[in-house]
């Protein structure tokens, strides 16, 4: 997939050139930098009535707002006492590299004088950060308002830069198949190794047993795949490879095919 | 005499200030608000909104774009805070507990971004384009400052000038960016908001010099923490540099801190009596006063107003701060 003037390779490269600095590397495994992020956003910058360097700044800055706040994700809650030095180093670095990218994200914008999208990129922290709280107090009542709000946290920067830059159309389509793939994702892994990230926030709270949490969050997977699909059909033509992309993955999530044999 | 009697007849400015910033950090999480409401009443200085209003008083002020400037940077300053805190594991700030302490690191962290976000949003507010690459650049040395406060930790080998870039990416460079936003907030000419930059910057390397210095000579109860804290934990302040350049401190601090995890109390008073032996003191406020002097020079040539006079007793009384 490419944007006018860059693929997701040299942006892939180019965000990664940004976030460089060696000591932080040497302490902080910097999380993953998503692929199916930076497709959409790639996606939905692409055809944006916007020159190529205000893509490729949005794109990159955009990327470094989720590298810090998922950075900010990896300091432990709790201080152990017995905390190696390494350990101890590696938490600090890990707070500061977080803080050194938000800095990034606001240097790149205001290097191309654009107020407007810091302003969105900082609503969207916010907002983010409203429900993590929700999450960290465990002020869900059921699955569903989890998987909502798991949802908008994962998925806020990406709509609310797709509606600043008018690409309404594939704002809710983003939403739900970056929301697809990481439930797909942490679904997988819950069923293969036992933990995950997101759903153990769920399992701290209620008595569901693995096999209800994997059904559920299943149950929600094909709800959101017929959701995406359903999307696709009124796609304008003008974002037919998105479609063509999206359409690919969504066949290759193996729940929904496998709900599907059981149904039948 | 206190710091803030110079700028008393500010006090109506700061109040909107202050409750400005108090309506920044209405967050809709109760927590998330409490926990920014708490670390807003703890107080503080307020020392860089008064930096931002002096220096709106030399163009053409307007209140609403001063506000947006200085409520922007003291939660910047704020967002640092809660962060640091987690850095240093620290349970107290200003005799209260910190957010981390009350909340855990995972809220500390949640409160930092978006107390951070708010400043952001807020300081979108200022057309001013120059402004935001200024603070932008600002906030990037800010946080490598902090890193490599990290990686310069127990580093006996560093220089004078690794100490000085150091401070000023911790300290100097947010009073400076304080000064030349409030300045270019209100039009102020772009020669005499570069003038009130260096002021700022000379001003913050100045009063970071003292207060590394205060960490030797000052009580434990005017500091709240023990002296010689700051090399307890490893940073090698301008004092500890002056004095390594005599051979036998030299050797007994880093014989002190073969082992930084077991340094005695009595090992550390041992290392303060000898450092006060050298001449460390004396030129570490030797070089705080050349900051000083530099910072009232950029001032000879900007245009009498109120706001440049106070801007100098600032300067003064920071020379003289002894606790």
């Known amino acids: ?264 | 005499m206190k710091l803030s009697k110079t700028y008393g007849y500010l006090n109506k400015e700061l109040d909107i200030i202050e409750y400005a910033l108090g309506n920044a950090i209405q967050a809709d999480h109760d927590v998330l608000r409490e926990a920014s409401t708490q670390l807003l009443q703890a107080g503080g200085k307020r020392i860089r909104p008064v930096f931002v209003l002096l220096c709106g008083q030399l163009g053409n002020f307007n209140i609403d774009r001063i506000k947006t400037v200085a409520v922007s940077l003291e939660l910047i300053h704020m967002a640092s805070l809660v962060h640091d805190d987690v850095i240093d594991d620290a349970e107290l700030r200003r005799g209260k507990p910190t957010i981390k302490q009350l909340y855990g690191n995972r809220v500390a962290m949640y409160t930092g971004d978006y107390i951070l976000a708010r400043a952001l949003e807020n300081i979108t507010l200022l057309p001013k384009p120059t402004a935001h690459r200024v603070l932008s650049k600002t906030m990037v040395q800010v946080a490598t400052g902090e890193i490599e406060q990290i990686k310069d930790k127990f580093n006996w080998d560093q220089n004078l000038r690794n100490y000085l870039r150091r401070i000023k990416r911790k300290t100097a460079l947010l009073i400076a960016t304080s000064c030349k936003l409030g300045a270019i907030a209100t039009d102020v000419s772009e020669e005499n908001a570069e003038k009130l930059y260096r002021y700022g910057y000379y001003i913050g390397m100045s009063y970071q010099i003292i207060d590394d210095i205060l960490d030797f000579t000052a009580s434990e109860n005017e500091l709240g923490k023990p002296a010689g804290n700051d090399l307890l934990q490893g940073n090698i302040t301008l004092p500890v540099l002056i004095a390594m350049k005599d051979k036998e401190f030299n050797n007994l601090v880093r014989e002190t801190f073969e082992d930084p995890e077991r340094v005695s109390k009595a090992q550390m008073a041992n290392l303060l009596t000898e450092m006060k032996k050298t001449n460390a003191i004396t030129e570490s406020y030797k070089i705080s006063d050349h900051y000083l002097k530099k910072a009232l020079n950029e001032l000879e040539t900007i245009p009498n107003h109120k706001a440049k006079q106070t801007l100098q007793s600032i300067a003064k009384y920071i020379g003289k701060r002894r606790s």
Request: proline share 2%; charged share 25%; hydrophobic share 40%.
């Open chain 1, 1 to 264: 997939m490419q944007t006018s003037s860059m693929d997701t390779g040299s942006l892939k490269t180019l965000i990664k050139e940004k976030m460089h600095n060696s000591y932080l590397e040497k302490y902080v495994k910097n999380p993953v930098l998503s692929e199916d992020k930076l497709f959409m956003l790639t996606s939905i910058l692409n055809n944006a009535d916007l020159p190529d360097y205000k893509k490729e700044n949005y794109i990159v800055s955009t990327m470094l707002v989720q590298m810090a706040l998922d950075t900010h994700d990896l300091v432990p809650k709790t201080d152990d006492s017995e905390q190696s030095n390494t350990e101890k180093v590696t938490k600090q670095l890990s707070v500061l590299a977080g803080d050194y990218y938000s800095g990034l994200y606001y240097l790149l914008l205001s290097e191309i004088e654009d107020i407007e999208m810091v302003h969105i990129l900082a609503t969207a922290i916010k907002e983010i950060n409203e429900y993590k709280m929700q999450l960290y107090y465990r002020e869900i009542e059921s699955f569903d308002t989890f998987i909502i709000i798991a949802k908008k946290i994962e998925t806020l920067l990406y709509t609310h830069v797709a509606e600043f830059v008018g690409e309404t159309t594939i704002s809710g389509i983003a939403a739900g198949w970056l929301f697809t793939s990481k439930l797909n994702d942490e679904t997988q892994h819950m069923l293969h190794t036992g933990t995950s990230t997101m759903f153990s926030i769920w399992h701290k709270q209620t008595s569901s047993s693995d096999a209800i949490t994997i059904r559920a969050a299943k149950k929600h997977i094909n709800k959101e795949i017929a959701s995406v699909r359903n999307r696709l059909t009124h796609f304008p033509k003008h974002l037919i490879a998105v479609k063509t992309h999206i359409l690919k993955t969504l066949n290759e999530f193996p729940f929904e095919n496998r709900t599907i044999v059981e149904e039948g």
